[in-house]
Structures are given as structure tokens and as C-alpha cells.
């Protein structure tokens, strides 16, 4: 079966970067298009973007478009979110995710899911 695993979360200032991995194993990465989702305190778990099976694809959130970016390694069995112009407003937990589906943003599609990694945005 299919396991996914976060890392890189943590503390940054506003206006900082960080870069968070998503590690498959059991099944290979490039049978399966990757969401990255985030929920933060008293909110709904969000969508944030997705990468397709081969990484020639890629959608994105309105709220994140333009300082978030999304890929995979299928070779390494990777994805990545790199997350750049951080705000306050970005603290949340966030999470990979696998489908088979295609590409969405849609949590419900999603049927394997990571333990989640909070990322905090704060001086």
C-alpha cells in the first residue's frame, strides 16, 4: 500500500521560503498525482496545488499562485512545495496527498494521506 510522509515544517519569518517534501513508498510515485492541502486553526482543510503523474502538469490555489510552486521526482519518489513571500496568514498544517483521479483540489479525490507538517509564519 501507499504511504506518504511530510517533512520541512517549521518556524519562518514573514516573507521567508521553505521547501516541504512529500516521501512515497509501497507503491511508485508516478502512478499517482500529488495535492498539497493545509488546514489552518478553526478553518476547513484547504487545497493548495497539485502536481500530475509525470509532473508535466501543474494547478494551484488563487491564494497561493505566484509564491507557491509545486513538483515531483518520480525517480527519487518525491514531490515538493516550495513556498516563497510567506505570510502570516499561510500558518497551517499542511499535508500530501495521492489520487489517481487527475489533478484537483478537492480533498474527497484524494485516497492516501500524509501525517501533515505545521508550518508556522511568524516574527
Known amino acids: 500500500q501507499l504511504q506518504l510522509v511530510e517533512s520541512g515544517g517549521g518556524l519562518v519569518q514573514p516573507g521567508g521560503s521553505l521547501t516541504l517534501s512529500c516521501l512515497s513508498s509501497?507503491?511508485?510515485?508516478?502512478?499517482?498525482?500529488i495535492g498539497w492541502f493545509r488546514q489552518a486553526p478553526g478553518q476547513e482543510r484547504e487545497g493548495v496545488g497539485a502536481?500530475?503523474?509525470?509532473?508535466?502538469?501543474?494547478m494551484y490555489a488563487d491564494s497561493v499562485k505566484g509564491r507557491f510552486a509545486i513538483w515531483k521526482d518520480n525517480a527519487r519518489n518525491t514531490a515538493y512545495l516550495r513556498m516563497t513571500e510567506l505570510k502570516p496568514e499561510d500558518t497551517a498544517v499542511y499535508y500530501c496527498?495521492?489520487?489517481?483521479?487527475?489533478?484537483?483540489?478537492?480533498?474527497?479525490?484524494?485516497?492516501?494521506w500524509g501525517q501533515g507538517t505545521l508550518v508556522t509564519v511568524s516574527s
Open positions: 496527498a495521492a489520487t489517481n483521479v487527475g489533478d484537483t483540489l478537492r480533498p474527497s479525490l484524494y485516497s492516501t
Open positions: 509501497g507503491m511508485s510515485l508516478k502512478y499517482y498525482h
Open positions: 502536481v500530475s503523474t509525470l509532473g508535466s502538469g501543474t
